[in-house]
């Protein structure tokens, strides 16, 4: 197999048979399973060890898995969680307004879609699940950063390619943080032209059991049937949603 990092497949190989034996094993019986030599399992131990993934026993001196590939899988689990909560919502949702509905998570300085409810309409957009689109230029990305601290928006900032997608597309942070304040007051964000002419879209946090911001929930559809005269409508309607899904996920105002 091609591109096989070696000293990653080894410490891979490390963990999966430590998955196999909750008592631990030694060095000597953790070389023989994976047929290398002491000194390299010990190196890849020492490792595993710092990054918090094996722990050594200080009664028997035999290593053993910690939690950290527990915590780790469970991020992901929380984040089907989202999925799975929000779906009859999101459904709910597009009733009520005939428009394509999308649930999007913030990965690094992008938003990634990963729910989509179709529209009743003949005009329908061009999105996609697992697609990635700038935070920065996106109802639901601003309305994630709404409630970021400054530095943390600033950092999200710095590593986009900040560029006029449209000649509505905010390139100025100075302005930007000021339409952040925006939506954190009136509780939800609008894409207005800014990623795509002719496309307007109005979004709004999704709220975990800390009161942290971890997903967004959004409308988006043609100017001529989002218009601005249903800005107001639509976005009720997407917060009153936005704000039953929180509550699923344990959020309390």
């Not at 994976?34 to 020492?46: F, G, P």
């Not at 999925?83 to 998570?105: G, Q, R, S, W």
């Amino acid at each position: 197999m091609k591109d096989v990092v070696q000293s990653v497949d080894r410490a891979l190989s490390i963990i999966e048979v430590l998955s196999d034996y909750e008592e631990g094993l030694g060095i000597t019986e953790i070389s023989g399973k994976i047929n290398l030599h002491k000194s390299t399992v010990y190196r890849l131990l020492s490792t595993l060890i710092y990054k918090g993934y094996v722990r050594q026993d200080d009664k028997n001196n035999k290593y053993k898995l910690s939690l950290k590939l527990f915590e780790l899988g469970n991020k992901k689990i929380e984040n089907t969680d989202i999925l799975i909560i929000a779906k009859p919502y999101l459904k709910d949702l597009m009733e009520e307004v005939n428009e394509v509905v999308h649930l999007v998570l913030l990965e690094g300085e992008d938003i990634v879609y990963i729910d989509k409810v179709e529209s009743h309409n003949t005009i329908r957009m061009h999105s996609n699940i697992g697609k990635r689109t700038p935070a920065y230029c996106t109802s639901v990305g601003k309305s994630i950063m709404a409630y970021f601290p400054e530095n943390k928006v600033k950092e999200i900032w710095d590593n986009s390619d900040i560029k006029n997608l449209t000649e509505y597309t905010i390139t100025d942070f100075n302005e930007f943080k000021e339409e952040l304040k925006k939506v954190k007051r009136v509780n939800y964000a609008i894409d207005d032209e800014e990623n795509e002419l002719g496309v307007r879209c109005i979004g709004a946090p999704v709220f975990d059991y800390k009161g942290e911001p971890v997903a967004a929930i959004s409308i988006s559809g043609p100017t001529i049937r989002v218009t601005k005269d249903r800005v107001e409508e639509i976005s009720q309607e997407v917060i009153k949603y936005s704000k039953m899904i929180s509550k699923e996920l344990g959020y309390k105002e």
